[in-house]
């Protein structure tokens, strides 16, 4: 993962993954229209989204750079900054809250040194945060775990998730 | 069925008959449960004679404003010269809403199954899935479910051997409650920011890329295959009340319960029953104190509401409130009704997109004045301006965000009053305040810096 300024960008739509670009462009009757999957590529490679990752996705899309971060701006799985290495989402919406998630809450920012949120830990393992309802609410508490959504979490847990992360 | 319970013996289990079976997912296993099919029979039809079996089917839309489908399919012209597009709407992000979810994860080959016909039927050659982010898991079983489709030519250019041109795509979301809105959702495909249009024009006029578009739920795509099937008769037959509410539904349920999970029934099942019985009733030791039925969007009712309830269309109106996406959120004698309100108005300042005052104003400072209560800090005055805010917030703007914000707002007041009062005074004791809500305040706060004092 480089951070913003201090490692050289590496290009992502090279290869491969220009491949992938171009066999998703085909689906979209203009080239605008992937914009979300391009942003979703960028941040796959990087783990996030920096000006630089937008400029090159201004640049295959014929869009600009500015346009692009008005977008990525307005959507809030985009990482606008690196993030820890596991990045923790807990829904804490009603459902949820009811149930219990703002103990959990608690839980992950205690365990993982976080102690706050939005905050990497110290060691850059971990960033957690609270989101709105993950559409799991019957799984209460659901927690994502980067692309994981882990069901039932109780603060009790809590150690043991965070001990069985590989 | 109740997954992950096994099916209750009062559910009727149509959509979610195979929820739990990992062999459904595939292909190959999918067509021995007789998938794909209603497609070929579809495609041997014409798409008016597809659009009237679904009119007269009486199916009405599973995303949330329960329009009738067979009509809403009918304003599409095929044949008219231009491109015709179908968006399926898997943005499920309405707290108290995982329903497609299960439908995407346990069976993903209905969905495209029901994307294929319903696209077929409004002359659309491009159907794409519009799934939230968050849901990796759907998307990954949906993206394989597409893969294998094209590879045994069910869709494509040639689809089912028919010469007819079926493509369907999976296109992933980036984190936004209001790409939900149907517009907002197109917005967002066409790689902009998700704010909602104003309307007219209609979808059917203009929609994804200014062309002509029908946009269902997921569990509205996923029950035509079944119509096709059974036809239409069985389809209106499947009613315990009004001809206007047919069919099977399927309703999440989570919070304060004994069993949470989805539960399918057939509309006009009495909620007294669904809860206490279905649902298990509440966790051992607690008693229900209320219940949003549809989603957080909806009205909140007493449990003597509730209980009175009929689950359907109407039944949910005639007791104050909606059926919505079919979420039931469920508050027990434990839960601090003006906290958990106050955690669903920050829902809503947090997602609206801002393009209205109403809205962006309204929701932010509706939240601000909820949490001031909720921490002990609150006076009478706010109560009345929480009304006012309420009042400007519905009926005016582009989208229905701002309404929904007001609804648990409104209702909560009428029919939660006394516990508000009781934070007002002071006199609240038993139950604790949590006037520590949860974070992310700072981002509320910016949207409000002006205007009424705090
Ligand atoms: C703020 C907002 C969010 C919405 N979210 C969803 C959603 O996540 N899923 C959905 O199917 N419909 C959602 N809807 C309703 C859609 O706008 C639309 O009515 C629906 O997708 C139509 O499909 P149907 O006729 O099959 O129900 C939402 C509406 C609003 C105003
Ligand atoms: S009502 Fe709210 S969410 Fe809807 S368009 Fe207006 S500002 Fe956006
Ligand atoms: S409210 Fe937490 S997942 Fe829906």
């Given at each position: 993962m480089s951070a913003h300024g201090t490692t050289p960008y590496t290009q992502v739509f090279t290869g491969k993954r220009k491949n992938d670009l171009d066999a998703i462009l085909l689906r979209y009757p203009n080239k605008q229209a992937a914009l979300l999957p391009a942003l979703w590529i960028v941040q796959e490679v990087h783990g996030w989204v920096s000006e630089e990752g937008m400029t090159e996705v201004a640049a295959a899309l014929g869009l600009t750079a500015a346009y692009v971060k008005g977008v990525v701006t307005f959507y809030t799985m985009y990482h606008q900054h690196p993030v820890g290495k596991y990045f923790v989402q807990i829904c804490t919406t009603s459902p949820c809250l009811c149930a219990g998630a703002d103990k959990v809450t608690e839980a992950f920012l205690k365990h993982t040194g976080c102690n706050e949120l939005g905050v990497t830990s110290p060691d850059g393992k971990y960033t957690v945060i609270e989101v709105e309802c993950l559409g799991a609410c019957g799984f209460a508490t659901p927690v994502q775990i980067n692309a994981d959504t882990v069901e039932n979490v109780t603060a009790d847990k809590v150690q043991q998730i965070l001990a069985g992360l590989k | 069925m109740g997954y992950p319970h096994k099916t209750h013996p009062r559910e009727t289990a149509i959509l979610s008959k195979h929820f739990g079976e990992t062999e459904a997912r595939t292909l190959d296993g999918w067509k021995k449960r007789g998938g794909y099919r209603a497609l070929e029979q579809a495609l041997a039809m014409t798409p008016a004679q597809i659009v009237d079996i679904v009119k007269a089917s009486g199916l009405r839309g599973r995303g949330g404003a329960g329009f009738p489908t067979g009509m809403k399919w009918s304003f599409m012209k095929p044949g008219d010269g231009k491109p015709h597009y179908l968006c399926c709407n898997a943005d499920e992000s309405e707290p108290g809403t995982f329903k497609d979810r299960e439908i995407m994860r346990w069976t993903p080959h209905a969905l495209v199954e029901g994307c294929a016909i319903g696209a077929y039927a409004i002359g659309a050659e491009t159907a794409y899935i519009y799934i939230r982010g968050e849901f990796t898991e759907c998307i990954d079983w949906m993206e394989k479910a597409v893969a294998e489709a094209y590879a045994a030519g069910i869709i494509g250019n040639n689809a089912m051997g028919t010469g007819k041109r079926i493509d369907v795509h999976v296109h992933k979301g980036a984190g936004?409650?209001?790409?939900?809105?149907e517009t907002a959702l197109m917005e967002s495909l066409e790689g902009k920011r998700g704010n909602p249009r104003i309307k007219p024009p209609f979808p059917a006029v203009s929609g994804l890329f200014s062309q002509p578009t029908t946009i269902n739920n997921v569990e509205t795509l996923v029950a035509v295959p079944h119509i096709l099937m059974n036809g239409p008769e069985w389809y209106k037959a499947m009613s315990l009340s009004s001809p206007k509410s047919t069919g099977s539904k399927l309703f999440s349920v989570c919070g304060n319960v004994s069993r949470p999970g989805n539960y399918e029934i057939v509309l006009g099942f009495p909620f007294k029953d669904f809860l206490y019985d279905l649902c298990g009733g509440p966790q051992p030791g607690r008693k229900f104190k209320a219940v949003i039925p549809g989603g957080a969007s909806v009205p909140i009712q007493t449990m003597e509401e509730a209980e009175a309830t009929m689950m359907d269309y109407e039944g949910f109106v005639a007791q104050g409130t909606m059926l919505g996406s079919g979420g039931v959120i469920i508050f027990d004698d434990q839960q601090n009704m003006p906290r958990m309100i106050a955690r669903l108005a920050r829902f809503f300042a947090h997602e609206s997109c801002g393009q209205c005052t109403q809205c962006r104003e309204g929701t932010a400072w509706t939240t601000k004045i909820l949490e001031r209560i909720v921490a002990g800090q609150g006076t009478f005055e706010d109560l009345d301006t929480l009304l006012e805010l309420a009042d400007n917030m519905t009926?005016?703007?582009?989208?229905v965000l701002s309404d929904s914000c007001a609804a648990p707002v409104v209702s909560g007041l009428q029919k939660f009053r006394h516990e508000f009062e009781a934070l007002i005074t002071g006199k609240r004791s038993s139950m604790s305040t949590g006037a520590k809500l949860t974070a992310q305040s700072s981002q509320l706060s910016a949207a409000a810096s002006t205007g009424l004092s705090v």
């Amino acid at each position: 993962m480089s951070a913003h300024g201090t490692t050289p960008y590496t290009q992502v739509f090279t290869g491969k993954r220009k491949n992938d670009l171009d066999a998703i462009l085909l689906r979209y009757p203009n080239k605008q229209a992937a914009l979300l999957p391009a942003l979703w590529i960028v941040q796959e490679v990087h783990g996030w989204v920096s000006e630089e990752g937008m400029t090159e996705v201004a640049a295959a899309l014929g869009l600009t750079a500015a346009y692009v971060k008005g977008v990525v701006t307005f959507y809030t799985m985009y990482h606008q900054h690196p993030v820890g290495k596991y990045f923790v989402q807990i829904c804490t919406t009603s459902p949820c809250l009811c149930a219990g998630a703002d103990k959990v809450t608690e839980a992950f920012l205690k365990h993982t040194g976080c102690n706050e949120l939005g905050v990497t830990s110290p060691d850059g393992k971990y960033t957690v945060i609270e989101v709105e309802c993950l559409g799991a609410c019957g799984f209460a508490t659901p927690v994502q775990i980067n692309a994981d959504t882990v069901e039932n979490v109780t603060a009790d847990k809590v150690q043991q998730i965070l001990a069985g992360l590989k | 069925m109740g997954y992950p319970h096994k099916t209750h013996p009062r559910e009727t289990a149509i959509l979610s008959k195979h929820f739990g079976e990992t062999e459904a997912r595939t292909l190959d296993g999918w067509k021995k449960r007789g998938g794909y099919r209603a497609l070929e029979q579809a495609l041997a039809m014409t798409p008016a004679q597809i659009v009237d079996i679904v009119k007269a089917s009486g199916l009405r839309g599973r995303g949330g404003a329960g329009f009738p489908t067979g009509m809403k399919w009918s304003f599409m012209k095929p044949g008219d010269g231009k491109p015709h597009y179908l968006c399926c709407n898997a943005d499920e992000s309405e707290p108290g809403t995982f329903k497609d979810r299960e439908i995407m994860r346990w069976t993903p080959h209905a969905l495209v199954e029901g994307c294929a016909i319903g696209a077929y039927a409004i002359g659309a050659e491009t159907a794409y899935i519009y799934i939230r982010g968050e849901f990796t898991e759907c998307i990954d079983w949906m993206e394989k479910a597409v893969a294998e489709a094209y590879a045994a030519g069910i869709i494509g250019n040639n689809a089912m051997g028919t010469g007819k041109r079926i493509d369907v795509h999976v296109h992933k979301g980036a984190g936004a409650y209001i790409c939900g809105e149907e517009t907002a959702l197109m917005e967002s495909l066409e790689g902009k920011r998700g704010n909602p249009r104003i309307k007219p024009p209609f979808p059917a006029v203009s929609g994804l890329f200014s062309q002509p578009t029908t946009i269902n739920n997921v569990e509205t795509l996923v029950a035509v295959p079944h119509i096709l099937m059974n036809g239409p008769e069985w389809y209106k037959a499947m009613s315990l009340s009004s001809p206007k509410s047919t069919g099977s539904k399927l309703f999440s349920v989570c919070g304060n319960v004994s069993r949470p999970g989805n539960y399918e029934i057939v509309l006009g099942f009495p909620f007294k029953d669904f809860l206490y019985d279905l649902c298990g009733g509440p966790q051992p030791g607690r008693k229900f104190k209320a219940v949003i039925p549809g989603g957080a969007s909806v009205p909140i009712q007493t449990m003597e509401e509730a209980e009175a309830t009929m689950m359907d269309y109407e039944g949910f109106v005639a007791q104050g409130t909606m059926l919505g996406s079919g979420g039931v959120i469920i508050f027990d004698d434990q839960q601090n009704m003006p906290r958990m309100i106050a955690r669903l108005a920050r829902f809503f300042a947090h997602e609206s997109c801002g393009q209205c005052t109403q809205c962006r104003e309204g929701t932010a400072w509706t939240t601000k004045i909820l949490e001031r209560i909720v921490a002990g800090q609150g006076t009478f005055e706010d109560l009345d301006t929480l009304l006012e805010l309420a009042d400007n917030m519905t009926g005016k703007t582009i989208c229905v965000l701002s309404d929904s914000c007001a609804a648990p707002v409104v209702s909560g007041l009428q029919k939660f009053r006394h516990e508000f009062e009781a934070l007002i005074t002071g006199k609240r004791s038993s139950m604790s305040t949590g006037a520590k809500l949860t974070a992310q305040s700072s981002q509320l706060s910016a949207a409000a810096s002006t205007g009424l004092s705090v």
